[in-house]
């Protein structure tokens, strides 16, 4: 366990001297906050930043947790993986630390756009769901780090991961509830958005947003949300299951894994 | 090592190797895609083999995978250090990850040993070539190893740095620690190390000292003609006559 800490504790060292990473990776979705938020003009509600915050909150988290996979893809073109996965410290440590410091790095980030969004004038009321809200972004994040440190395990280069990410990313996002709601799609996109987890998150978000957690239809979204964040959790321990022991540089074949528990939670 | 091999799909890049290696400097020598690395990989179970088994300090490198990486270290050729962590961090994190105990002490001992003292507060970003590779050795060495294994440890280092790594690699080597390595400095294998093995499309060509070795060639033969009568290099397979090449220099100058 400690061993998590030692290898998360490098990655947010590393990652707290270089600034211009830090502003950077602000600034698309702030982008998106202000240039998007404040100036499309919708029909379907008064107030579309507060229904697209939440939105870029998780978005945020999405593209922070795929973009964290080239962390890994680094550290093992650069030969980091190499020496680590030749000492006797847990090898699936590794994972979950890389894992642990994506999610962290991504709520630090969501928290930026947070208090930028309060400062539009968007207000979480009770401070129990702004806790909730964090847990739920957190769940999400671990989710997509684990997908993303997995793919980066299989792919050799970081052309070709930066070219699976932007491929996952937009498509991802658009296809999700997160610029309009599901009754204004069309039908086929509706389809698509209510199979993405981020629409489930994003749904959560909204609730949590809106003051209510429990209760009813809203409940059930909420804990809908929470089902992907578990499912995250799902997918960390098979890759941990699959890579105990294995004795190669790769971890071991679980993406098929993870998008199973993906595909499972969705049927639940 | 018994009957070590290792299959990349059809390819067999190491044949059944066995190798005895005792408490000295050991070399691994052999042209480009030899099977050295692979050899390397292997005992440091990063690679499973196909067939065969190796064990390194009686611990065998498959079944007790955890002990074995207790026991050794490995520095592979790539000089990964993060050279947005200062000297000490980079040892530090090695030491935390081993769980040395008393780890403070322990980190500025190795420091001290290997000439880092002064720099160790900057950033690795600010360190030369030769810097990093013994900050490298550094954390290697953090947790005491018995078997330290060196895969071209003196690689694009210039001379003064190479001497410096090969100066530090021999005191090891009068500490007690076993040392495996790889390079290509045929003059560099020839002057530190106890015995070389040459390896040539993943077999042993041949095992020895290099005194042996040489003596096996003639009076002034060097470690390179050794090497080179052994191996047949992409050069010689393209009709490419080595040996004459080199009798015609040797007549031209």
């Not at chain 1, 030749?86 to 991504?106: D, H, V, Y």
């Not at chain 2, 207790?70 to 030491?95: F, H």
Request: glycine content about 10%; aromatic content about 8%; charged content about 20%.
């Amino acid at each position: 366990m400690k061993q998590i800490f030692y290898y998360f504790e490098r990655d947010m060292r590393k990652w707290s001297r270089s600034r211009i990473n830090v502003v950077a990776s602000l600034a698309m979705p702030a982008a998106w906050l202000v240039l998007v938020g404040l100036t499309l003009p919708i029909r379907f509600t008064d107030n579309y930043l507060e229904f697209i915050t939440p939105s870029i909150l998780v978005m945020t988290m999405l593209f922070s947790s795929l973009q964290g996979g080239a962390l890994m893809i680094f550290d093992k073109v650069l030969g980091f993986l190499n020496k680590f996965l030749a000492m006797p410290a847990p090898r699936e440590s590794i994972l979950l630390g890389k894992i642990l410091f994506i999610s962290t790095r991504g709520l630090l980030q969501a928290t930026v756009i947070l208090l930028i969004a309060g400062l539009l004038g968007v207000r979480i009321h009770s401070p129990l769901n702004i806790v909730l809200v964090y847990v739920t972004l957190f769940l999400f994040g671990v989710l997509f780090s684990a997908i993303a440190t997995t793919l980066a395990l299989h792919i050799s280069d970081h052309d070709g991961y930066a070219a699976v990410n932007s491929m996952i990313s937009m498509p991802l996002f658009f296809a999700s509830n997160a610029l309009m709601p599901y009754d204004k799609m069309p039908e086929w996109l509706r389809m698509l958005a209510m199979v993405n987890p981020l629409s489930h998150t994003i749904d959560s978000i909204r609730v949590l947003f809106a003051g209510g957690a429990a209760g009813g239809r809203d409940g059930g979204t909420g804990c809908r949300g929470w089902g992907y964040g578990v499912c995250g959790d799902g997918a960390v321990s098979e890759d941990w299951g699959v890579n105990r022991g294995v004795c190669c540089p790769h971890f071991g074949d679980d993406d098929m894994l993870i998008f199973g528990s993906i595909l499972s939670c969705q049927k639940s | 090592m018994h009957e070590l091999t290792k299959y990349f799909g059809s390819l067999c890049a190491v044949d059944h190797v066995n190798l005895k290696v005792e408490n000295e400097i050991f070399g691994l020598l052999g042209p480009n895609g030899a099977g050295k690395s692979t050899t390397v990989m292997m005992l440091t179970t990063l690679l499973k083999p196909s067939s065969g088994s190796a064990s390194i300090c009686g611990y065998d490198v498959v079944k007790d995978a955890k002990k074995v990486r207790g026991t050794i270290s490995y520095v592979p050729q790539d000089m990964a250090v993060d050279i947005k962590l200062t000297g000490r961090e980079n040892v530090m994190l090695y030491a935390k990850l081993y769980g040395v105990p008393d780890r403070n002490t322990r980190v500025d001992d190795v420091l001290e040993l290997l000439g880092l003292t002064d720099r160790s507060g900057d950033l690795v970003r600010t360190y030369s070539g030769g810097m990093r590779r013994r900050l490298e050795l550094a954390q290697a060495l953090v947790h005491e190893p018995e078997v330290l294994f060196l895969d071209e440890p003196t690689l694009g280092l210039d001379v003064a740095a190479r001497k410096k790594i090969w100066e530090h690699i021999s005191a090891l080597r009068k500490r007690g620690m076993t040392i495996f390595m790889t390079t290509h400095y045929m003059e560099e294998a020839d002057e530190y190390c106890d015995r070389v093995a040459i390896i040539d499309k993943g077999r042993i060509v041949v095992v020895d000292s290099p005194t042996n070795l040489k003596l096996g060639l003639g009076e002034d033969a060097s470690l390179n003609d050794v090497f080179l009568e052994n191996v047949k290099t992409g050069e010689d397979q393209a009709g490419f006559d080595a040996f004459r090449f080199r009798t015609m220099l040797r007549r031209r100058s």
